[in-house]
């Protein structure tokens, strides 16, 4: 019987005053990519730090692959590609004196793979670290955190720095990971990113898991913004009457209209394609919107939100 790559069950982190995490519960499944997201500050890297067994619990339980995540982190950690979001470089080496560094650690070494890893993220590893720039050094970092081949890989903020044709290549990457049957944990505050490439997503807030959601689901909770100026006053009523569509504000004039936009954007773009529009902007979705819709509602409607919370954990 295969084991689940992870499993938290009312997984707690008490810092005394300082807010840390409380009662999570959740699996990862085989061969899938779980986003974990929420805003900095709301108790990813706490959670992370805790499935490294870095951090004990002050109550719960945190598993990978049946093993218990304090108790037997030194196994774990053997089966973890680990990016750390606050990684720290040793900046007097080059970067392939990093990679052999890390690569000692480990039983097995694939040294085609790290090859294979370094040229396809275009990565100078010849250089001393201290020279490279912030993209280059993320660069490194998810080079060692791939490069061992592990079941499981936990990545902390794993895009940030990496310029937007980096981050193309490392969303193919995962998706080739998770074809090849890897499990990822993938923490971001950045809700398209966990759009593009996750499965399941669990989000956190101050803490507390507010739910558990499968990504195309979440695509159809999450709310966009975008801002209309026409050439001539419309009447509001055209935005208003279509589903799925709120009028935010209408500035001085009538031709600055801001909109607020859920689910598919077609009937949308067909009327604005009949307006005299003379410029458009639309905002890439936030968790905020996400965070409005479950926090939203009357106290029943939130006792069953969190119970199908917790029914999607087990």
Known sequence: MKKTPIKAEGLTRNYGRRRGILDLSFEVHEGEIFGFLGPNGAGKTTTIRQLMGLMRPTSGSASVFGLDCWRDSRRVKEMVGFLPGDIRLYEKMTGEEFLDFFAAFRKRKYPKLQRDLVERLELDTGRRIKHMSKGNRQKLAVV?????????????????????????EFVELLREERARGKSVFLSSHQLPEVERIADRAAIIREGQLVAIEDVAHLKTLRERRMEVILHEPVAPERFSNLEDVRVVSIHPGGRHVELAVRGHLGPLLRMLGEMPVDDLTFRPPDLESIFLHYYSGDAEGSEERAFRTEEVAR
């Open 144 to 168: 060692q955190a791939l490069m061992h081949d592990a079941p499981l890989l936990i990545l902390d903020e794993p895009s940030s720095g990496l310029d937007p044709l980096m981050q193309v």
